[in-house]
T-cell receptor, first 111, second 114 residues
Framework: GQQVMQIPQYQHVQEGEDFTTYCNSS?????IQWYKQRPGGHPVFLIQ?????EVKKQKRLTFQFGEAKKNSSLHITATQTTDVGTYFC???????????FGKGTMLLVSP | SQTIHQWPATLVQPVGSPLSLECTVE??????LYWYRQAAGRGLQLLFY??????ISSEVPQNLSASRPQDRQFILSSKKLLLSDSGFYLC?????????????FGSGTRLTVV
C-alpha cells in the first residue's frame, strides 16, 4: 500500500540547535503537507508545497519540496522549547480522496 | 469563520458498550469530512471519510461505523467496543476533496476502553 516514510522517528536537541525531519514517498506527489501536533493536542496544518523544488519559510521553519516531487523536508533553525511536538508530513492518497500521514517525528527540546 | 467541534474530549467506556462520537463543522457548507484514529505509536490512521450527506467511505474494516446525517455533522459509532478501540479519535474537515489546501482537525476525543 501507499506509504510515506518519515525520519527520524524521534529527536532530542538542546535549545538553539537546528532540527530537520525528512519525508520520502514512493510516488511522485501532486503536493505535500506538513502538520504540527503539540503534546496532548491535535495536528495543526502548517503548509502545503506544490511546485518542484519549492522552498517556503515561516519564521524559523523552512520547508522544501524535492525536484522530483518525491521527498520533502522541514528544517527548524535555532529550536526553542515552543517547537516541542510531533511533526507530520502528509501526501494525497492514490485516489486523491484523503491524506496519508507519515508516522511523524517527535521533537524534544531541552532548555 | 469556520470552526470544528468535537465531543466529548475524553471518554472511558467498558468493553462491549456502545460508542457515539460527534463532530460538527460551522461556517461552511458541503465540507469533506474525515475520521482518523491515533494510537499510542503516534501514527494517524484513516477510518472513514465523507464527501457529502449519506456518503461514507470506509478505509479499515472493523467494528466501527460512521454516518453523516446532516451536511456538517459526522458521527462515529460502535455497537460493542473492544479494548483495541482505545485511542485518540480525530475529526477533520477540508474545503477541497482529498484535503488539498489542508485539513482542519477538531480537538479530538481520547477514548479508553476498560
Amino acid at each position: 500500500g501507499q506509504q510515506v516514510m518519515q525520519i527520524p522517528q524521534y529527536q532530542h536537541v538542546q535549545e538553539g540547535e537546528d532540527f530537520t525531519t525528512y519525508c520520502n514517498s514512493s510516488t511522485t506527489l501532486s503536493n505535500i503537507q506538513w502538520y504540527k501536533q503539540r503534546p496532548g493536542g491535535h495536528p495543526v496544518f502548517l503548509i502545503q508545497l506544490v511546485k518542484s523544488g519549492e522552498v517556503k519559510k515561516q519564521k524559523r521553519l523552512t520547508f522544501q519540496f524535492g525536484e522530483a516531487k518525491k521527498n520533502s523536508s522541514l528544517h527548524i533553525t535555532a529550536t526553542q522549547t515552543t517547537d516541542v511536538g510531533t511533526y507530520f508530513c502528509a501526501e494525497p492518497n492514490s485516489g486523491y480522496s484523503t491524506l496519508t500521514f507519515g508516522k511523524g517525528t517527535m521533537l524534544l527540546v531541552s532548555p | 469563520s469556520q470552526t470544528i467541534h468535537q465531543w466529548p474530549a475524553t471518554l472511558v467506556q467498558p468493553v462491549g458498550s456502545p460508542l457515539s462520537l460527534e463532530c460538527t463543522v460551522e461556517g461552511t457548507s458541503n465540507p469533506n469530512l474525515y475520521w482518523y484514529r491515533q494510537a499510542a505509536g503516534r501514527g494517524l490512521q484513516l477510518l472513514f471519510y465523507s464527501v457529502g450527506i449519506g456518503q461514507i467511505s470506509s478505509e479499515v474494516p472493523q467494528n466501527l461505523s460512521a454516518s453523516r446525517p446532516q451536511d456538517r455533522q459526522f458521527i462515529l459509532s460502535s455497537k460493542k467496543l473492544l479494548l483495541s478501540d482505545s485511542g485518540f479519535y480525530l475529526c477533520a474537515w477540508s474545503v477541497r476533496r482529498g484535503g488539498a489546501g489542508g485539513y482542519t482537525f477538531g480537538s479530538g476525543t481520547r477514548l479508553t476502553v476498560v
